[in-house]
């Protein structure tokens, strides 16, 4: 196995299990209710919101690995899904799970989703 593929993978599995931890259901008794008064449970709504964030970020980059894998899988490893050239290797190693070459990245930017 390759050390890329057993560095995402390792990653695949650390995100998976965070994951896991934020959709757990709070205990019985845990949550606290949103109250009538101005600033109950604000406290407990930001900590939610921050939350759904770090698991849409956890998503995202669980997206951004298996798209990684499945490169590996069909040899295209390294070559950029927008223009078709080659990434270049600093930048894989950097960033190990990244699908564009860093002038697709900038012209696409932070939200671009490959096309399916």
């Given at each position: 196995m390759?050390p890329?593929?057993e ?7 650390e995100?998976r ?9 709070p205990?019985l008794g845990?949550?606290q209710?949103?109250g009538?008064?101005i600033g ?5 709504a930001?900590s939610?919101l921050t939350?759904?964030g770090?698991?849409?970020?956890l ?7 298996d ?8 040899g295209?490893y390294?070559?950029?899904d927008?223009c078709?050239q ?9 960033m190990?799970?990244?699908a564009?070459?860093?002038d697709?990245?900038?012209a696409?930017g932070?939200g671009y989703?490959?096309?399916?």
């Amino acid at each position: 196995m390759s050390p890329v593929r057993e560095e995402l993978e390792q990653r695949r599995d650390e995100i998976r299990v965070r994951v896991a931890e934020l959709a757990k259901r709070p205990e019985l008794g845990a949550a606290q209710g949103f109250g009538k008064r101005i600033g109950d449970g604000t406290v407990e709504a930001i900590s939610r919101l921050t939350e759904i964030g770090v698991g849409e970020t956890l998503e995202t980059q669980l997206e951004r690995i298996d798209r990684a894998l499945a490169k590996l899988d069909d040899g295209t490893y390294g070559i950029c899904d927008n223009c078709g050239q080659p990434i270049a290797p600093k930048r894989l190693e950097a960033m190990p799970d990244v699908a564009l070459c860093v002038d697709c990245a900038r012209a696409n930017g932070p939200g671009y989703r490959r096309r399916r």
